[in-house]
C-alpha cells in the first residue's frame, strides 16, 4: 500500500530499482502495478515512458496520467476510475538516469543521449523480467508521450534484434503506441498554422512565422546557438499575442489560482534549453494537480513506502529537473526510418494526438502518419471518420494496412483525441481509455452508436 491510500485495492503494487549498470552504480526507478481485473484473464504488460527529455514518468505518467491514483488536496491518494491498469498491467519508469528517482553513481553518466538511452531501458526490461519472471511470457507492449517519440522506437528495435538472437527468450513485444510524438523536428513542431486556425495568432504573426523564420529550422538553429534575431523577434511576437497564461501543450487549461500551488517549475541549465526550445511547460489537466503531486512525491513517508530515494539523493524530487544533461543535437534526429522499420518487422504502430496541443499538433502527426503509410505502400483500410467514446465522439481515426495470409492486418493508425492536449490520458482519460483497448486488442476503434 502507498501512503496515503485510504482503502485497500484488489490489485498489487511494487516499486524500487533495477540496476542496469552495476559497475557504474546505475539504477533506473520503477512503480509497477497489477492489473484491476474481476476476471482470471491474464492481462498484457504494457510499459509506459515520458518524454522531456528528462520527465518522470512516475509523476506525469503515474499520478497525473493513466495511474490508478492521484494526490488529493488533503495528502491522500484517490482511485482514478480510468486507470490504465483495468486493461493491463502498467510498467512505469523514470528514465533515463538523473529523472525522479532514477540515479547513477558515477557522475559523468549523466551526460546521456538516445542511444544509451534506448540501451539502458533494454537492460531495464531483461532485468525487471528476471525480477517478475511471471510476465516473462507476456503479451508486451511500449507507450509513451511527447520525447518518447524518440524513446519508445529506437528501445522496440532493440528489442526486435534482441529477439532475434539465439538462446534468448524473446520479449513478446506486440505492438507500440506514441501519443503526441517528437518524431522529425522538421514536420512535428510546425505549429503555425495550427494557432493561427484556433485564433491564437494573427494574419501578419502567420505570415511573419512562414517567411521570416521556419519552426522547425528556428528549433535547429537554438540547439546550435545559432538562434538568429529575425526569428527571436517572430516568436516573441507569437508568445505575446498566445498570452503569458497558456501553455502551448494545452489551448484549453485554465491556469491554477490556487494559493498552495506555490511551487513553479523553472528549468535551468542545458535541459532547461532543451525546454524552452519545444515550450516544455507542466501545465496539463488539472492545473493545480501538479503542485500536489510535487509535494506527495517529496513527504519522506511516501518515498519510504515508495523504497524510493534509498541512497538520499542530494536533490528533489522533480518532473524535469535533476543532474541529467540530454545530448541536445539528439532532437534533431528524425525517427520515421525506425518507426517505418518495425513497421517492416511486423510491429503494429498506433500515433495518437490530442487536438489542442500546439506543441506538437495533430496536424504534423498526421502528416507523417500519412507520410509513413505511402512510403511503405500501405492500404487504407478505414475511411477518416469519427471514433466513439461510448456515446461521445472520441476523436477521428483512420488505419492503414496491408494483405497477410488472405486477410488485410493493420499496421498503422491514426487517431485523433477529441478536447485532449499534449497529455492525453490526463485531459481525456475516458477518451484514451477507449483508445488503449483498443490498441491491446488490436481491434478498430469503436464506431458511432446505434441512436
Not at 410 to 421: H, I, K
Request: proline fraction near 6%; aromatic fraction near 12%; include cysteine.
Amino acid at each position: 500500500m502507498i501512503s496515503g491510500q485510504l482503502n485497500n485495492v484488489s490489485f498489487n503494487q511494487y516499486s524500487g530499482y533495477i540496476v542496469t549498470d552495476a559497475r557504474h552504480g546505475r539504477a533506473l526507478f520503477y512503480y509497477f502495478v497489477e492489473a484491476d481485473s474481476n476476471t482470471d484473464e491474464f492481462k498484457p504488460l504494457t510499459l509506459w515512458l515520458n518524454g522531456g527529455p528528462g520527465c518522470s514518468s512516475l509523476g506525469f505518467g503515474a499520478f497525473m496520467e493513466n495511474g490508478p491514483f492521484k494526490p488529493a488536496e488533503d495528502g491522500t491518494l484517490i482511485k482514478n476510475q480510468y486507470s490504465w491498469n483495468l486493461e493491463s498491467n502498467m510498467l512505469y519508469v523514470e528514465s533515463p538516469i538523473g529523472v525522479g528517482f532514477s540515479y547513477s553513481n558515477t557522475s559523468n553518466n549523466y551526460f546521456w543521449n538516445d542511444t544509451q538511452t534506448a540501451q539502458d531501458n533494454l537492460m531495464f526490461i531483461l532485468n525487471w523480467l528476471e525480477e517478475f519472471p511471471m510476465y516473462k511470457d507476456s503479451d508486451f507492449f511500449l507507450v509513451g508521450e511527447s520525447y518518447a517519440g524518440h524513446y519508445i522506437p529506437q528501445l522496440a528495435a532493440l528489442l526486435v534484434e534482441h529477439n532475434k538472437k539465439p538462446n534468448v527468450q524473446p520479449v513478446n513485444l506486440k505492438a507500440i503506441a506514441l501519443g503526441n510524438p517528437l518524431l522529425d523536428i522538421d514536420i512535428s513542431v510546425l505549429a503555425g498554422d495550427f494557432l493561427w486556425s484556433h485564433g491564437a495568432i494573427s494574419d501578419e504573426t502567420l505570415f511573419l512565422e512562414k517567411t521570416v523564420c521556419n519552426d522547425s529550422k528556428n528549433l535547429r538553429e537554438y540547439i546550435h546557438d545559432q538562434w538568429s534575431q529575425g526569428c527571436n523577434d517572430v516568436f516573441n511576437r507569437v508568445a505575446d499575442e498566445v498570452g503569458v497564461d497558456i501553455g502551448l501543450d494545452d489551448l484549453l487549461l485554465p491556469k491554477c489560482l490556487s494559493p498552495s500551488n506555490a511551487h513553479q517549475f523553472k528549468l535551468k541549465g542545458q535541459l532547461g534549453k532543451i525546454h524552452s526550445a519545444i515550450d516544455k511547460r507542466a501545465r496539463i489537466g488539472d492545473p493545480c494537480l501538479e503542485g500536489r503531486i510535487f509535494t506527495y512525491l517529496n513527504r519522506p513517508e511516501v518515498q519510504k513506502a515508495l523504497h524510493a530515494n534509498t541512497t538520499h539523493l542530494p536533490f528533489h524530487w522533480d518532473f524535469c529537473e535533476g543532474p541529467l544533461v540530454y545530448q541536445e543535437d539528439n532532437l534533431a534526429i528524425n525517427l520515421i526510418p525506425i518507426v517505418s522499420d518495425l513497421i517492416k518487422d511486423g510491429i503494429p504502430v498506433l500515433l495518437y494526438n490530442g487536438d489542442q496541443d500546439a506543441k506538437i499538433p495533430l496536424t504534423q502527426t498526421r502528416i507523417i502518419a500519412n507520410n509513413i503509410a505511402k512510403d511503405l505502400n500501405l492500404i487504407p483500410l478505414t475511411d477518416y471518420g469519427t471514433w466513439y467514446d461510448h456515446k461521445q465522439v472520441g476523436g477521428w481515426t483512420q488505419s492503414f494496412g496491408a494483405p497477410k495470409d488472405g486477410e488485410n492486418v493493420t499496421y498503422l493508425t491514426f487517431a485523433t483525441v477529441r478536447g485532449a492536449a499534449h497529455e492525453v490520458p490526463f485531459t481525456s482519460p475516458s477518451q484514451a481509455l477507449t483508445l488503449f483497448h483498443s490498441f491491446l486488442t488490436a481491434t478498430p476503434l469503436p464506431n458511432p452508436p446505434h441512436h
